[in-house]
């Protein structure tokens, strides 16, 4: 019985990390490249979210397509909310950089969609690779891909 009761709290200690990992996460890094205005406006809900009811860091970087919600001379398609409201992905970011989430675009984005960083929204700056993979392997962030 003594083996027993010590197994299972030796067990409960084990998974106790891993429980707790989520509450504990200093964050997010959140990778949007897809082009549909309803899977970007769901990224930008859920990192809203994590910063707004779980006061956590946000780290935002668009890729390919998803760039285009960072250009300010592309005002985005309206999507509308549950609550009838209607908002474009970029307002939604535009709303998250005032909150302090960090955006940046994929390094690879401007150059291809034949752009300078000129045409970025205000808080908006290009990726650095080294800083995007730290980010993307360190433990107390939580990814998330859309």
Do not use: W
Request: glycine residues 6%; aromatic residues 2%; charged residues 20%.
């Amino acid at each position: 019985m003594k083996k027993l009761i010590t197994t299972v709290a030796l067990g409960a200690i084990l998974t106790l990390p891993s429980v707790l990992s989520a509450d504990q996460a200093k964050g997010l890094n959140v990778l949007i490249n897809s082009e549909n205005p309803q899977t970007q406006a769901m990224a930008m809900v859920l990192s809203m979210m994590s910063i707004k009811k779980h006061n956590k860091e946000v780290n935002i970087v668009l890729c390919g397509p998803a760039g285009d919600i960072a250009d300010k001379n592309i005002k985005g398609t309206l999507v509308k909310r549950p609550d009838g409201k209607e908002l474009s992905p970029q307002q939604n970011l535009q709303m998250l950089i005032k909150m302090g989430a960090k955006v940046e675009v994929c390094p690879l984005y401007l150059p291809n969609a034949s752009k300078d960083a000129s045409v970025l929204l205000e808080g908006v700056t290009v990726a650095k690779p080294p800083m995007v993979a730290g980010n993307l392997l360190n433990k107390d962030y939580q990814n998330l891909s859309f």
